[in-house]
C-alpha cells in the first residue's frame, strides 16, 4: 500500500497571479512557480490564503493546478489547498489532485459555520478521507483560526490520526502562536508540523518541527531556504542569522499594508509585470500612494 | 426594461433534507417547500445560512433550485441564496437562477477574507451585476456578520444603488440590531429590509420594513404570516400578539440546542420523516438526549 510522504521543508505559500478580466494568468503563474524552486524552495503551497484560492471557482483551482503540472513541476513539488466550505467539492478537488498525480494537500476545514463541534470538525475530515477513499492521499491540515474561524483541536487531530493512519500527514499552523505549533511536535510525533509564519519556522526545527508554508517566501525564499538547510550547522551560524533577519525584514515590510495586495506590488517588481497587481475581490491593489511608499521602503 | 420586483412579506429560510449518504434528497425539500407555502408563506428564501447552502456544491444547489421549480413552485415564490467566497460561482449561481426564472436572488459578500475594505465589498458585488448584467436581476444583500464576518455598512448599500439603479432591491438583516434595520428603512426608501430574526419582524413593520426572512418559519410560518398580514388591523390587535408570542416561543424553543439541528429535529416530527435529522458536517445531530428534551419542552 502506498503511503504519503510527510511533507518536510519550505514552502512558498504561492501568489496567484490575475489577468485584468481577473481570469487566472497561467503563464504568469507558472513563471513564478519556476522562480519560487529556482530560489531552493522545496515546493509550492498553491491555492491558499495567499492564493486568494477561495476566490475561484472549483474549475479555476483546478486549471492552476494543471497549468503547474503542464510547465514541468513534478506534482511532488505541489501542495495545492483543497478545503472548501462544501463536503462534496472538497471531495472534488482532492480527487482532482490525485487524478493528476498530486498527492499532499492542504486542507481548510469548512469555514462558513461558527463554534463547531469536535464531533463536526472530525465528521469534516473523515468524511472527506472516506469518500476520497486513496491510500496516496496526504492531508495537510490548516490551521488558521484568523481566517477560517475554525481551529483544529489537537484531540480532533488525534481522533483523525488514530482512525486513518498515515493519511493526516502534518498541519500548517498560521495562528502565529510557537506554542501550539511545539505541543503538536512533542503530542504527534509522526507528523510534520509547518509553521505558517517565517520567523517561526527556525525556533519551531530547532525543537523537532518539519519546516514552513509561508507567504514571504513569494519574495525571500532563497533565505528561507537557506536557514532550513543549514540551521542546525554551527559553522553556519552567521549566514543563518544573517538570513532570518532577511526573512523577518522581508516579512515585515510587506506587513505595513494590507498584506495580499502588498506582495503582490512586490513580486510585480520581481518579474517586472504590473499584471501581478491585480487582484480578485473583496481583495484590493494597494493605493498608488501606498505602493510608491512599500517600494521606497 | 424590466425592473425586478422588491421582496416583501415573509419568506422561510429553509432547511434542506439530506439522505443517509447526505445528498440532497430533493422529494422531501420540495414537499417542505409545498408545506411553507400552504402555512401562507410569500415565499422560500430557499440555500441560506438555514439551508446549509454552503457545505453543497455549486451542482447541487442549482439541482435544488431546479427541483423546487419542477415541483411546481413558482419562480417568482423563490428567493435562492447565490453569494459564496469566489466571485465567478457567485455569478454562476446567480446566472443559473436567472436561466431558470428566478429573479431575485439572496447574496452573501465572500465571507473568506477578514475585515475587508468597503471598496473590496463593494468591488465584489460591483463586479458580479456587471458580469450577470441581466436587467431582471434584484440582489438581497445579506447581513449576517456572525457568519459571513462581512459586515454590510450603509455607505456600501448607498454606493451599489447609486451605480446600479434598481439591481440591490433589499437585505436581508440577520444581525439582530433593529436599530441597524431602521436606519436603512430611513435612509433607502426603495429598498426592502427584511429582518432575519422573527420576534424583530413585527417592530420592523412598524416602522416601515418589509418583512423578514427567518429560519424559525420553518416550523412557524402560518403565525408569522399571520403577524405581517394583520400588523395593523386595530381589530385584530389581541390575535396578532398571540400569534407574535407563539412565534417567539417557537424560536426560543429551537434555540435551546444547536439551532438548525434543533429546526431539522422538529421539521422531521413535523412530516413524521426521521431523513429530516441528517446534517452534513460541519453541522451535526443532537444527541438522543438533546432530542428527547427538545420534543418534550
Same mark, same amino acid.
Given at each position: 500500500m502506498a503511503t504519503p510522504t510527510k511533507p518536510r521543508g519550505v514552502f512558498c505559500a504561492a501568489l496567484t497571479p490575475v489577468h485584468d478580466d481577473l481570469s487566472p494568468n497561467h503563464a504568469a503563474f507558472t513563471k513564478h512557480c519556476q522562480a519560487l524552486l529556482n530560489d531552493g524552495l522545496t515546493g509550492i503551497a498553491l491555492l491558499g490564503t495567499t492564493g486568494e484560492a477561495n476566490s475561484f471557482s472549483t474549475a479555476e483551482r483546478q486549471g492552476l493546478l494543471e497549468a503547474a503540472l503542464k510547465a514541468g513541476i513534478a506534482p511532488e513539488k505541489l501542495l495545492p489547498g483543497t478545503g472548501v466550505t462544501a463536503l462534496t467539492e472538497t471531495v472534488a478537488l482532492t480527487r482532482h489532485a490525485l487524478s493528476v498525480g498530486v498527492t499532499n494537500v492542504v486542507m481548510l476545514p469548512p469555514f462558513y459555520y461558527k463554534n463547531v463541534t469536535d464531533e463536526g470538525l472530525f465528521a469534516s475530515y473523515a468524511e472527506v478521507a472516506e469518500r476520497v477513499g486513496d491510500s496516496r492521499l496526504g492531508i495537510v491540515l490548516y490551521h488558521i483560526p484568523q481566517f477560517s474561524t475554525v481551529p483544529i483541536p489537537h484531540d480532533v487531530i488525534e481522533r483523525l490520526m488514530t482512525r486513518y493512519p498515515g493519511t493526516f500527514v502534518g498541519i500548517k499552523d498560521s495562528a502565529g502562536d510557537i506554542k501550539n *505549533?511545539?505541543?503538536?511536535? =512533542?503530542?504527534?510525533?509522526?507528523?510534520?508540523? $509547518?509553521?505558517?509564519?517565517?520567523? +517561526? *519556522? +527556525?525556533? $519551531? @526545527?530547532?525543537?523537532?518541527?518539519?519546516?514552513?508554508?509561508?507567504? %514571504? %517566501?513569494?519574495?525571500?525564499?532563497?533565505?528561507? #531556504?537557506?536557514?532550513?538547510?543549514?540551521?542546525?550547522?554551527?559553522?553556519? &551560524?552567521?549566514?543563518? =542569522?544573517?538570513?532570518?533577519?532577511?526573512?523577518?525584514?522581508?516579512?515585515?515590510? #510587506?506587513? %505595513?499594508?494590507?498584506?495580499?495586495?502588498? +506582495?503582490?506590488? @512586490?513580486?510585480? =517588481?520581481?518579474?517586472?509585470?504590473?499584471?501581478?497587481?491585480? *487582484?480578485?475581490?473583496? $481583495?484590493? &491593489?494597494?493605493? =498608488?500612494?501606498?505602493? #510608491? #511608499? +512599500?517600494?521606497?521602503?
Amino acid at each position: 500500500m502506498a503511503t504519503p510522504t510527510k511533507p518536510r521543508g519550505v514552502f512558498c505559500a504561492a501568489l496567484t497571479p490575475v489577468h485584468d478580466d481577473l481570469s487566472p494568468n497561467h503563464a504568469a503563474f507558472t513563471k513564478h512557480c519556476q522562480a519560487l524552486l529556482n530560489d531552493g524552495l522545496t515546493g509550492i503551497a498553491l491555492l491558499g490564503t495567499t492564493g486568494e484560492a477561495n476566490s475561484f471557482s472549483t474549475a479555476e483551482r483546478q486549471g492552476l493546478l494543471e497549468a503547474a503540472l503542464k510547465a514541468g513541476i513534478a506534482p511532488e513539488k505541489l501542495l495545492p489547498g483543497t478545503g472548501v466550505t462544501a463536503l462534496t467539492e472538497t471531495v472534488a478537488l482532492t480527487r482532482h489532485a490525485l487524478s493528476v498525480g498530486v498527492t499532499n494537500v492542504v486542507m481548510l476545514p469548512p469555514f462558513y459555520y461558527k463554534n463547531v463541534t469536535d464531533e463536526g470538525l472530525f465528521a469534516s475530515y473523515a468524511e472527506v478521507a472516506e469518500r476520497v477513499g486513496d491510500s496516496r492521499l496526504g492531508i495537510v491540515l490548516y490551521h488558521i483560526p484568523q481566517f477560517s474561524t475554525v481551529p483544529i483541536p489537537h484531540d480532533v487531530i488525534e481522533r483523525l490520526m488514530t482512525r486513518y493512519p498515515g493519511t493526516f500527514v502534518g498541519i500548517k499552523d498560521s495562528a502565529g502562536d510557537i506554542k501550539n *505549533m511545539l505541543a503538536m511536535v =512533542e503530542r504527534f510525533p509522526d507528523f510534520s508540523v $509547518l509553521a505558517g509564519a517565517d520567523p +517561526l *519556522m +527556525l525556533p $519551531l @526545527l530547532q525543537q523537532g518541527g518539519a519546516g514552513a508554508i509561508t507567504a %514571504t %517566501t513569494n519574495l525571500v525564499g532563497a533565505d528561507l #531556504a537557506f536557514v532550513y538547510k543549514h540551521f542546525n550547522d554551527p559553522s553556519r &551560524k552567521d549566514q543563518v =542569522e544573517a538570513a532570518q533577519a532577511r526573512v523577518v525584514a522581508g516579512r515585515n515590510r #510587506a506587513s %505595513t499594508y494590507a498584506q495580499m495586495a502588498s +506582495l503582490k506590488a @512586490l513580486v510585480a =517588481e520581481r518579474h517586472g509585470d504590473q499584471g501581478w497587481l491585480n *487582484m480578485r475581490p473583496p $481583495l484590493v &491593489k494597494l493605493t =498608488e500612494e501606498e505602493r #510608491a #511608499a +512599500l517600494l521606497a521602503s
